[in-house]
Structures are given as C-alpha cells and as structure tokens.
C-alpha cells in the first residue's frame, strides 16, 4: 500500500488558506501586482514570501526533530519549482534542531533578522486563523498589507456584534444604561478589538490587581477566547454537516479491499475526533463563561482575575482545536464542493489522515 503520511504539494497549494495553512505563494500569485504586497509585504525575503507555511502536527517519529516538547510546529514548505509544483519542495521546521542553519542555508538569514522574529511569534500563535495572526503580528508592530489575512468584512462585524452583546453585563456594572452605556459599549468593544490599551481596560486591570505586562498577556487571550467562542457558534452547523459530508463521499474508480477497509475506519476515527474535540472545546469556554458570570453577575473580580492568569496555559490549545475544525470544515467545503466532482481512493485517504492528524492529541498518540 502506498504511503500515506503526507499530501501532494500540487493539490496543498491550489488550497485556499485556512486556519492550519497559509499559502503565501497563492496570495503572491493573485496580488503581486498590488501597491500593498510590494510595499507591505509579510516578509522581508522575497523566497520566504512565496513559501507556504503550515501548522504541522508532528508525528511520533518527528518529536526528536525539536528540543522541546511540542506536539505542534511550524512547516516552511519551499516549493523546488514554483511554476511547477509537481516536482515537490524541501522544509524547514521553525525551532527544529539546527534551525540557525536550516534557515541560513535556505534563506540567507540569520535569527536576528526581522523574518525569523516573525516566523516565531507565528510559531507561538496557535493558529494562522487571520485575525489571530492579525492581532498577535500587531502587537509586535508588524502590519502586512491585507491581503495576507482572508477576514471578511462581513465576519468583523459579525465579531463586533459578538463582542458588543458579550461585554455588556461588565460595561452595566460600572455605570448606569442608556445613551452613555451605548456608547461605553461600543467604545469599550473597540478597545477590546485592537491592540490600543485604553483607560476603560487599564480600569480593570487595576481592580483586579494584576501587573501590567499579566494583564495585557490576560487581555489578549480573553479576545482570543472571545474569538474562540464567536468561531464555535458560527462552526457548528458546518461540522456537523461536514460530518455527514465525510460519511458519504465515495470515491470513483476501483478500490481494492485494502483502502476501502482504511477509508471505513479513517471515516469513523475522523468522526469520534471532532465530536470529542467539540466537546473538549467547550468545555474549555466554560471555564471562561463561570469566571465571566462570576465576576458580572456575583460580583466575584478574583474569579475572573484567576481566569486571566491561566487563560495563557489554556489558550494554546484551544486555538489548535478550533483552527483544526475550521481547517476541515473549509478544506471539505472547498474540496467536495459542487464544482469539485471526481475524487480517487488515494486522495480521499490523504485528506482523511490529514484530518486526522489534525485532530490527534497525546492520548492517540500514546
């Protein structure tokens, strides 16, 4: 039977972006032309901005590529030929052992260069989703031009609608309602929405009795959890048809007993993970939601100060958990969609282990 730990390179880049992968050279192919891709560019090596850049879940015999204990990296795939991508690509994991290297050997840079502190800071991040890249590129001053970060409209405000109606139990505890509620609202949503600190967030920060640089790693993840949470609402519906979707794809052509008996089995695993990934997500947005209410509507600040603190052990995880089921649920839709059409066996086995190892944590591992 063939091998099936990895996916064509050809079929990968045609894929649009997703939470797990973003294609820098699809996005140079469309926008290369544009004022803002060559005056704002997402790196400064013109080899590194065509690259693409996934969020890997390692495999048990990679875990001795990295000193650390990671189950997660970021994959620089460097296609040999762009025009043809047929002929594969070479990678580098970012963090691996050697990278200093690697990354001289391939770019010509060293680490102190401004492309490898970026491609940290995107190692760290525990998804490409837009507007997380987006907000964490921020916070270290850096802003590419749009084109890099796929958030439509449409779903920013969709988020800020989101945030308005999330915060304004806290906005109504410290003030009375009506027009100048409204406006706190809005204004304090805003704030929550960039990377500006202002006098309405400092406020709390300082009720709860946090250091700044705690409150202001706090703050960021509870956007994230915020973001999280919009994500979750806005998925369901998907992964559940998404679900149904993978149960009932057949793939054309003969299919020897061997792979149908890999491709009922895969179905099923695919299954039983993203329902266990569902429920493990929300799980870890209770926790926010107990702490929120306990601080909005007991009036219990340390609760929501405690979830603050331990919102950056848990904020990792939850993003490779939601990034995952955006991954599956666009890659599905993008792949299966009504124009799509012929699948092979072969194929559909590639995109089943790809979801599965999206999905795998250590207890499958073990």
């Not at 998907?238 to 979707?245: E, I, L, N, P, R």
């Not at 792979?259 to 695993?269: A, E, G, L, W």
């Amino acid at each position: 039977m063939a091998d099936r730990s990895f996916r064509s390179l050809e079929n990968l880049e045609r894929t649009a972006s997703t939470a797990r992968v973003l294609n820098l050279l699809k996005v140079s192919r469309e926008h290369e032309g544009d004022w803002d891709w060559k005056e704002k560019p997402l790196f400064q090596t013109p080899e590194l901005n065509r690259c693409l850049l996934i969020k890997h879940r390692l495999r048990s015999n990679e875990y001795d590529r990295f000193p650390d204990d990671r189950q997660v990296a970021l994959k620089i795939v460097i296609p040999i030929d762009r025009r043809d991508l047929k002929t594969g690509g070479r990678y580098i994991f970012v963090g691996q052992v050697n990278y200093e290297k690697a990354i001289l050997e391939a770019f010509g840079i060293g680490l102190e260069h401004p492309d490898c502190m970026i491609l940290d800071v995107m190692d760290r991040t525990p998804s490409l989703d837009p507007f997380l890249l987006r907000e964490q590129l921020s916070r270290v001053g850096v802003e590419p031009a749009d084109c890099y970060f796929s958030l439509s409209e449409s779903d920013f405000k969709s988020m800020l609608e989101f945030v308005r109606a999330e915060i304004t139990p806290l906005v109504k505890m410290s003030m009375s309602t009506g027009a100048t509620g409204v406006r706190s609202i809005e204004r304090m949503a805003s704030k929550i929405l960039s990377n500006v600190p202002g006098e309405d967030t400092n406020i709390l920060g300082t009720t709860l009795r946090m250091s700044a640089s705690e409150y202001h790693e706090g703050v960021f993840c509870w956007k994230g959890f915020l973001y999280y949470k919009w994500s979750l609402g806005v998925l369901m519906k998907d992964v559940v048809a998404v679900s149904a979707k993978l149960d009932s794809i057949k793939p054309k052509g003969a299919v020897d007993t061997i792979s149908k008996t890999y491709i009922n089995r895969s179905r099923k695993t695919v299954r039983d993970r993203i329902v266990r990934t569902c429920k493990e997500v929300k799980g870890t947005l209770q926790i926010y939601d107990t702490a929120y209410s306990a601080l909005t509507q007991e009036g219990k600040p340390m609760a929501f100060r405690e979830f603050l603190l331990k919102a950056p052990s848990l904020f990792t995880r939850l993003g490779e958990q939601v990034g995952a089921l955006q991954h599956i649920v666009s890659f599905t839709n993008y792949r299966f969609g009504p124009r799509r059409g012929y699948i092979g066996s072969e194929e559909l086995m590639d995109i089943l282990i790809d979801f599965e190892l999206s999905l795998r944590d250590r207890v499958d591992v073990d």
